[in-house]
Each structure stands twice: as C-alpha cells, then as structure tokens.
C-alpha cells in the first residue's frame, strides 16, 4: 500500500525550462510535505516543504504547490540548472502522530540538459 | 563538519554474520531515525528514538536491534544477515520531541551493505 507516489520514474528539462515534478498521496491525514534531493552515493538532502495549511511554498528557484482537494503536490523549478540533475523524493507526514514519520514516493530521475 | 554521519560507508560480508552501522549527529537533535533503501529505491522508515527512547518499529524483522546510547547516537545491529538485507540504509535525525511533527529530517551519507 502506496501512500505516496511519483509516478514519473525519470524527467529530462533543457537548461533554462522549467522542470515540474509530480506527487501524489492516499491518505489524507498527510498535513506536511518535503521534497529532498538526492545525488548518488550521498544522503537525501532536504530542499523545500510545504504545510497543509499552504498552497504555494517558495524559496529561489524552487516552488512547491499542494492541491489538497486532488492530493496533489507538485515541485516547479525555474529554471532548471545542470546542478539541478538529480533524484527528487516526495515525502509526507502526518503532524498528529508527532513522530515525524515520513513516507516517502519512490523518486523521480532528473535530468537537466546543457 | 559532518551533520549526520554513518559509518562505515559500505559494508560487505557473508550471509549469517552480525553487523553494526553507527550513525551519530552534532545538530543537538532529540529524534533519530533509520531508513532503509531497497533495490527499487523505496526509502522506507524501519525505527525512530526520541531522546534514547523507542518511538516508531515498523514491521522488521527482530534480527535488526536499534540502539541508542545517548541521544546523539543510534546505531543498528543486524543478526544473521541475510541476501535480502543488502541495501542501502539511512540514519537521519530531527530537532524533534514528540511535539514536532512538522519538521526537517537530515539525512547522513548512507551505508551500502552488500550481503554475499
């Protein structure tokens, strides 16, 4: 059982464009959401959240927009820079458990072209 | 200076043994956590301590013993090692008390363990 998904395995962007990746989660006791960054061989590192009392997040480059109604969370990046060429994780978490568990998508393959 | 770190940072051995990954964080965080990286790169929670005390064990096998000696430290014991442990697994910790359910994880490195 899925709760979140990106089901997009892989995006490839021209330097410049804007890159939009997907997200998509079941449970609705999800109120907050962050996108992490991951190059190979290293950590995920965390990139912009958003809480469910939000629609639009923004920080640089980056702007996370969350459709509660559709359970729809997607990230804009503009614009995309080779640097940006990574794997993106959408992840979610419900506040009331207070553990701050996180459910992670299973990634999606960025790939931004000179 | 490492936020989050793992070690070692790759680990292989032998079906059967037992093995430990340490993780240990300087950000003065009261939660950690343990990931684990399948080979289809689904990053799945296994455990979480807040403050030297278990909060989150998901369904994982009981070969696999977190522990937390102090709250800047949890380290992960695996018994009897089998093929389908390889993976990569993540430590990651948080400011965290159990009021902070709205917060940034950190991840380290990771630790690639390869079970032969």
């Known amino acids: 059982d899925q709760q979140v998904k990106q089901n997009s395995p892989s995006l490839s962007v021209q330097e410049g464009r804007i890159s939009i990746l997907n997200c998509d989660y079941t449970n609705s006791m999800f109120d907050y959401f962050l996108w992490y960054k991951k190059y190979p061989a290293e950590g995920p590192t965390f990139l912009i959240s958003?809480?469910?009392?939000?629609d639009k997040n923004e920080d640089g480059r980056f702007t996370v927009f969350l459709n509660k109604s559709a359970k729809h969370l997607s990230l804009h990046i503009v614009p995309s820079q080779p640097g940006d060429s990574a794997v993106y994780f959408c992840a979610a978490s419900a506040g009331s458990s207070n553990t701050g568990k996180l459910i992670f998508g299973q990634g999606t393959t960025l790939q931004v072209k000179p | 200076d490492t936020a989050v770190s793992q070690t070692p940072k790759y680990l292989v051995t032998q079906m059967g043994n037992d093995k430990s990954i340490k993780c240990e964080q300087n950000l003065g965080h009261d939660t950690m956590y343990w990931y684990k990286q399948d080979s289809k790169k689904f990053l799945k929670i296994m455990f979480s301590y807040n403050n030297k005390e278990l909060i989150i064990n998901e369904t994982v096998p009981n070969r696999f013993s977190p522990k937390s000696p102090d709250k800047a430290h949890l380290n992960l014991h695996i018994n009897s090692l089998e093929l389908g442990d390889s993976a990569v697994y993540f430590c990651?910790?948080?400011?965290?008390?159990?009021?902070?359910?709205?917060?940034?994880?950190?991840f380290g490195p990771g630790t690639r363990l390869l079970v032969l």
């Open positions: 990651a910790s948080r400011i965290g008390g159990l009021a902070g359910g709205q917060e940034t994880q950190y």
């Open positions: 958003i809480s469910s009392i939000k």
